[in-house]
């Protein structure tokens, strides 16, 4: 079946840096979905892709969908306190259910 | 507000007991969605429903049912024959065929 790697696994970041993750497929997929998680809670969805290439911001989030179709990458610039939380990839390719990676969870300290 | 309602937002059951877990959306989506998530992994699909009267089993649908009766409900039933029911678990919803899933507060089940 599909499967997503997603890294890192964690992060214990300053505040105020900049923050890379990334999601990486074993096949091609059409979308590429960020969704953020706070403890408790039900995940929100940050940004939705849709095309190779595709660049889309949300604030201090940016998002690509890559090139070949089997990565995506989100930035989070400026990273504050409230940016605490488990961050996930998920991605669907033509006829499949959409997978989500294992998540990243975030912690900065202020 | 339109939105996902999930309840209760805890539930503790003793071995054994079949529990229901409840979903609602005023949304209007055609599909709904149950996952589970555990600790350091992705979220799993248990059940999904694209049209009111039918579902279809997700990836770890053993030990669990659902029912689709109305367009704005998908309840979901862990069993007693769910081996390891203790879990966090999130209802979504999508309209048509997008792909955004909209997910719901989440249900943490704990099993004593």
């Known amino acids: 079946g599909q499967q997503l790697n997603q890294s890192p696994q964690s992060m214990f970041i300053q505040e105020g840096e900049d923050v890379s993750m990334n999601c990486t497929s074993s096949s091609i997929f059409n979308t590429w979905l960020w969704y953020k998680q706070d403890p408790g809670e039900g995940p929100v969805l940050l940004i939705a892709l849709y095309k190779a290439g595709e660049l889309t911001s949300n604030g201090r989030l940016t998002a690509q969908f890559g090139i070949t179709r089997k990565d995506s990458f989100l930035n989070i610039s400026a990273s504050i306190p409230s940016d605490v939380g488990i961050y996930f990839c998920?991605?669907?390719?033509?006829?499949?259910?959409?997978?989500f990676g294992a998540g990243t969870i975030l912690r900065v300290k202020s | 507000d339109g939105g996902i309602t999930q309840s209760p937002k805890y539930l503790f059951r003793k071995e054994g007991q079949n529990v229901t877990l409840s979903c609602e959306q005023n949304?209007?989506?055609?599909?709904m969605y149950w996952y589970r998530q555990d600790p350091g992994q992705g979220l799993r699909l248990i059940y999904y429903s694209q049209i009111v009267n039918d579902f279809q089993k997700g990836d770890i649908a053993e030990g669990y049912s659902v029912s689709r009766e109305k367009k704005e409900s998908f309840p979901l039933t862990v069993t007693s024959a769910q081996k390891n029911p203790t879990a966090f678990y999130l209802c979504a919803s999508t309209q048509g065929s997008t792909d955004t899933q909209y997910f719901g507060p989440g249900t943490r089940l704990t099993v004593l």
């Open positions: 998920a991605g669907r390719s033509y006829g499949n259910k959409l997978v």
């Open positions: 949304l209007n989506h055609d599909a």
